[in-house]
T-cell receptor, first 112, second 114 residues
Framework: QQKVQQSPESLIVPEGAMTSLNCTFSDSASQYFAWYRQHSGKAPKALMSIFSNGEKEEGRFTIHLNKASLHFSLHIRDSQPSDSALYLCAVSASGGNYKPTFGKGTSLVVHP | EAAVTQSPRNKVAVTGGKVTLSCNQTNNHNNMYWYRQDTGHGLRLIHYSYGAGSTEKGDIPDGYKASRPSQENFSLILELATPSQTSVYFC?????WGGGNTLYFGAGTRLSVL
């Protein structure tokens, strides 16, 4: 069974800082990697996803994936108070039988 | 934006009672999922479906049944509710390879079993 772990559990950063969130997974056959953001009392919402090794940037957000290290990360440039939320990583072994496993989440607080 | 609607939004049930949580999606996604979210555990997969008539067990299926009578509807059934099933339940659809595997979540159902 896929194991997905996130670190840190919680994080407090000042406005404007670079924030880095980490996710490790156990199944080396994993093919799909995603980050979701969940504001308090709301549903999770997809942020970004990546399929192959390397880096993908969208606005202030960047994903790094290193399959050999079983690790991927989310970096938030110029963090804003509106980025304060629970960040969940999701990993799936196969696109055909898509059954994503989520980590427990990192709680981010960005203070003005 | 994909639309996933859950009902009810809040539910109080008695121990031993039957509870049905409903989910409807209007985006013609093949895959649908039921997760529960508890503090310290993140999102855990209960049941999922690849299309009408199919249901699959997720990681924590004990005490739950699922039903997918149509492409649009996916229900989660607690035949004999227990206090340990008090949680927030999220339905999601999506996960189609052509759609980038993105999941779209409903607003959630907060269930309390007394």
């Amino acid at each position: 069974q896929q194991k997905v772990q996130q670190s840190p559990e919680s994080l407090i950063v000042p406005e404007g800082a670079m924030t880095s969130l980490n996710c490790t997974f156990s199944d080396s056959a994993s093919q799909y990697f995603a980050w979701y953001r969940q504001h308090s009392g709301k549903a999770p919402k997809a942020l970004m996803s990546i399929f192959s090794n390397g880096e993908k940037e969208e606005g202030r957000f960047t994903i790094h994936l290193n399959k050999a290290s079983l690790h991927f990360s989310l970096h938030i440039r110029d963090s804003q108070p509106s980025d304060s939320a629970l960040y969940l990583c999701a990993v799936s072994a196969s696109g055909g039988n898509y059954k994503p496993t989520f980590g427990k989440g990192t709680s981010l607080v960005v203070h003005p | 934006e994909a639309a996933v609607t859950q009902s009810p939004r809040n539910k109080v049930a008695v121990t031993g009672g039957k509870v049905t949580l409903s989910c409807n999606q209007t985006n013609n996604h093949n895959n649908m999922y039921w997760y529960r979210q508890d503090t310290g555990h993140g999102l855990r997969l209960i049941h999922y479906s690849y299309g009408a008539g199919s249901t699959e067990k997720g990681d924590i299926p004990d005490g739950y049944k699922a039903s997918r009578p149509s492409q649009e509807n996916f229900s989660l059934i607690l035949e004999l509710a227990t206090p340990s099933q008090t949680s927030v339940y999220f339905c999601a659809s999506g996960g189609d390879w052509g759609g980038g595997n993105t999941l779209y979540f409903g607003a959630g159902t907060r269930l309390s079993v007394l």
